[in-house]
T-cell receptor, first 111, second 112 residues
Framework: GQNIDQPTEMTATEGAIVQINCTYQTSGFNGLFWYQQHAGEAPTFLSYNVLDGLEEKGRFSSFLSRSKGYSYLLLKELQMKDSASYLCAVANNNAGNMLTFGGGTRLMVKP | DGGITQSPKYLFRKEGQNVTLSCEQNLNHDAMYWYRQDPGQGLRLIYYSQIVNDFQKGDIAEGYSVSREKKESFPLTVTSAQKNPTAFYLC???????????FGSGTQLSVL
């Protein structure tokens, strides 16, 4: 089976930096995704890591360590609109690249 | 424009009633998925289909049924056997050999 853990809630201040962690245990690992989801809306794709290291995309960066089963999403220069849930998901190539999602981290950005 | 469309946006179910949620995609994707999301929670897999005329149960399939008669369409029926159907339902599709999921806009199902 697969197990994906991430914190339930986080709070940060506008303009600051926040790091959202995700740990996973899985067989057939074929990459880790981060999605952003605003309440009542569909998740939107943020990043995909399949190799170890840091991927940077504007204000958002994502890191992966396959040996540690660990990833984080780093959000810089936080804006109020970044208040959302952030979902970590792992692809399993033993199951046709099906994604399994963690419970999501609700981020609240305060002025 | 290519995309994935869910309808309706909001749906109400009466006691003992079956309801069907629509999901259509014109991305020519082989795989399609249905997820359930409860308030403040992550996504849980209900059913998935990786090819036409074939589908598999996910983690929480009880009380649900699906069909995949056409590549473009993957409707989900919430049956009367599903005793707690109130949730946000998301459909997604994925290209063959691809990893990224494309999501529909979701259907909020509530019980009257």
């Amino acid at each position: 089976g697969q197990n994906i853990d991430q914190p339930t809630e986080m709070t940060a201040t506008e303009g600051a930096i926040v790091q959202i962690n995700c740990t996973y245990q899985t067989s057939g690992f074929n990459g880790l995704f981060w999605y952003q989801q605003h309440a009542g809306e569909a998740p939107t794709f943020l990043s995909y890591n399949v190799l170890d290291g840091l991927e940077e995309k504007g204000r958002f960066s994502s890191f992966l360590s396959r040996s540690k089963g660990y990833s984080y999403l780093l959000l810089k220069e936080l804006q109020m609109k970044d208040s959302a849930s952030y979902l970590c998901a792992v692809a399993n190539n033993n199951a046709g690249n099906m994604l399994t999602f963690g419970g999501g981290t609700r981020l609240m950005v305060k002025p | 424009d290519g995309g994935i469309t869910q309808s309706p946006k909001y749906l109400f179910r009466k006691e003992g009633q079956n309801v069907t949620l629509s999901c259509e995609q014109n991305l020519n994707h082989d795989a399609m998925y249905w997820y359930r999301q409860d308030p403040g929670q992550g996504l849980r897999l209900i059913y998935y289909s990786q090819i036409v005329n074939d589908f598999q149960k996910g983690d929480i399939a009880e009380g649900y049924s699906v069909s995949r008669e056409k590549k473009e369409s993957f409707p989900l029926t919430v049956t009367s056997a599903q005793k707690n159907p109130t949730a946000f339902y998301l459909c997604a599709s994925q290209a063959a050999g691809g990893e990224k999921l494309f999501f529909g806009s979701g259907t909020q199902l509530s019980v009257l």
